[in-house]
Structures are given as C-alpha cells and as structure tokens.
C-alpha cells in the first residue's frame, strides 16, 4: 500500500532542498551568483507555499497552534532580511557569511518538521489537507 503524501512530507523534503543550496552558496559548487540566485527563489517559493498555501487553509481556533504559525512568520522575514544582506555583499564583491543565516534556516526546519508540520497533520481534516497538498503541488516546489 502507497504511504500517503503528507503537509510534512513535501515541506521535509523542501526544507531539506534550500539547505542544500545554502551549502552550494557557501562551498562555491557553482557561481556565487548562480547558487544565490537559485537558493532565493525557492526560499521565496517556500515561504510563498507556507504563508498563502498552507498558513491561510489552516483556520486554527487552537491557540498554540496560532503562535507556532506567527513564529514562523517573523523567521521569514528574519531570513528575507538575510538573505537581503548576502545579496548586497555579493554585488559590492564582499566575502559573504552563511553561518547565521544557515543557523536560523536548520532552527526554523526542526520547528516546523518536528512540531508545527506534524502538529497539522494531526489537526487538519482530510478536506483541510487534500486543499493544502494541491496548492503546494501548484506552486511546483523542486524535487531533488
């Protein structure tokens, strides 16, 4: 019997793609620019999937449940203002440094993937979940 897909399921597999390209940037696998450019826009689709595809589908009365969502909203916009930086000293030529960003992006993943996404998956009804998994399938996150 095929297991069946998961909220967790595809964002794990995201969060696991964006650190990859974080290591890409930081490692020089590809241009700087390349790697940057790359790791930007699905971090932007990320968030775009979480906020608008999965945040807005989810109509929690549960309290915890909210705060666990604002959390993840403000380390968006931490990590935005980020990787913001990284990009201005990527243009003026500057040796630009991951670690913090690196360290915020593996914090927000084991939050989400260990306790909002399963969290949902539990919470949610099959109706609430079947809506969730197509818009994030819309969105088209990469596969690696």
């Not at 595809?53 to 909210?66: L, V, W």
């Amino acid at each position: 019997m095929e297991k069946p897909i998961t909220v967790s399921g595809l964002m794990l597999r995201h969060h696991t793609l964006i650190e990859v390209l974080v290591e890409y940037l930081e490692n020089n696998f590809r241009s700087k620019i390349e790697s940057f450019d790359e790791l930007k826009w699905e971090l932007e689709k990320h968030i775009f999937t979480e906020e608008k595809g999965i945040f807005e589908c989810c109509d929690s009365k549960d309290k915890e449940t909210e705060e666990m969502i604002k959390r993840i909203i403000k380390e968006h916009k931490d990590m935005l203002n980020m990787l913001n930086k990284i990009e201005n000293k990527l243009m003026t030529k500057e040796s630009i440094g991951v670690a913090e960003f690196l360290e915020l992006l593996k914090e927000h993943r084991i939050f989400e993937d260990e306790y909002l996404y399963p969290r949902l998956d539990r919470e949610l009804n099959k109706e609430q979940k079947k809506e969730i998994i197509k818009r994030i399938n819309e969105v088209h996150l990469k596969d690696f």
